[in-house]
């Protein structure tokens, strides 16, 4: 059988302008089923990009297709049904008494029938494992419990894509493995696919599957994270802990020593069938 790429997102020379900030030469595609992190210092552009890629900016010049087409004026709500959305702020997402009517708001707005409606955001609400809050006012939310609800109201509207603006970000340890858990059932049950930002160095290294390094709106990385975050220009970037160390320890200097892992283990000399212990000692 022939492999077939798809491509759900794809920008070509994307430009765009704010009085201070220029977005310049943007180009990159989104596959499906990736998840495929945008990263770069406060500022850089990520959170403008996502929004060229729905229209809610519009780009000064250059070509962004979702799904096959080019996103415009005339099918920038068909694109947007498709893609959930998170905002950055999840104050800025939420408005609704209760969190049951907040979550749905979208499905309600899609012309479901009540019974449906009532279907999906059950499932929304069980997905995110806010159930139990559903009538409560987001307003007396805690932060990350926003941005559960949030997602819930982006779910019910059953994307392809979803568009996380640092989902992670205030986000105690535990409540990073919750949201792991929850996107890893989605992309599984669901078959999601994700683009996200965040300055999490740990989800960049191990979760994403590829990066976008963004500096002053232009694009000076993309690829594996494994190869981007021993880049010089890159640590630069997006800063590293080293740095951080250097500050909180001024005289003291960071340096690398070899480790050695003994292990021991039990085995048999079949001559004499006699048994005992002896150690490998591996160097590495
Ligand atoms: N409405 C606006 N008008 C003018 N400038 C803006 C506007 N929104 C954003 N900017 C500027 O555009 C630049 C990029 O902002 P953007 O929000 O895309 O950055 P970001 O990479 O998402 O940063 P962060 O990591 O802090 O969320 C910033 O310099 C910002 O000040
Ligand atoms: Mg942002």
Do not use: C
Request: glycine share 6%; aromatic share 10%; net charge positive.
């Amino acid at each position: 059988m022939k492999y077939k790429m798809t491509f759900l997102i794809e920008l070509n020379n994307v430009n765009f302008e704010y009085d201070n900030f220029k977005i310049s030469n943007v180009s990159f595609k989104l596959k499906e089923g990736e998840k495929l992190a945008l990263i770069g210092a406060n500022g850089s552009g990520k959170t403008t990009i996502l929004k060229l890629i729905l229209n809610l900016l519009k780009r000064k010049s250059g070509i962004i297709k979702a799904f096959g087409l080019e996103v415009n004026k005339k099918n920038e709500w068909e694109i947007r049904k498709k893609i959930g959305f998170l905002f950055q702020n999840p104050d800025d997402q939420l408005f609704a008494p209760t969190v049951w009517e907040d979550v749905a708001f979208g499905p309600r707005n899609l012309k479901m029938s009540q019974k449906e409606v009532e279907i999906v955001v059950e499932w929304a609400l069980k997905s995110v494992k806010m159930l139990k809050y559903k009538n409560v006012s987001p307003v007396n939310l805690s932060w990350g419990q926003k941005k559960l609800v949030a997602l819930a109201g982006i779910l019910a509207m059953k994307p392809k894509i979803l568009f996380l603006d640092e989902p992670f970000a205030n986000l105690d340890m535990l409540a990073v493995k919750e949201l792991l858990e929850i996107l890893e059932n989605l992309r599984k049950n669901e078959n999601l696919t994700i683009l996200f930002t965040t300055h999490n160095h740990f989800i960049i290294q191990y979760w994403a599957d590829r990066i976008i390094v963004l500096k002053n709106g232009t694009i000076i990385y993309e690829g594996n994270p494994e190869d981007g975050l021993k880049l010089p220009e890159i640590k630069k970037a997006i800063g590293t802990w080293d740095d951080i160390i250097k500050i909180i320890y001024p005289g003291g200097e960071i340096h690398e020593h070899p480790h050695i892992h003994i292990h021991s283990h039990k085995h048999i000399h079949y001559s004499d069938l006699e048994s005992h212990e002896h150690k490998h000692d591996n160097f590495d």
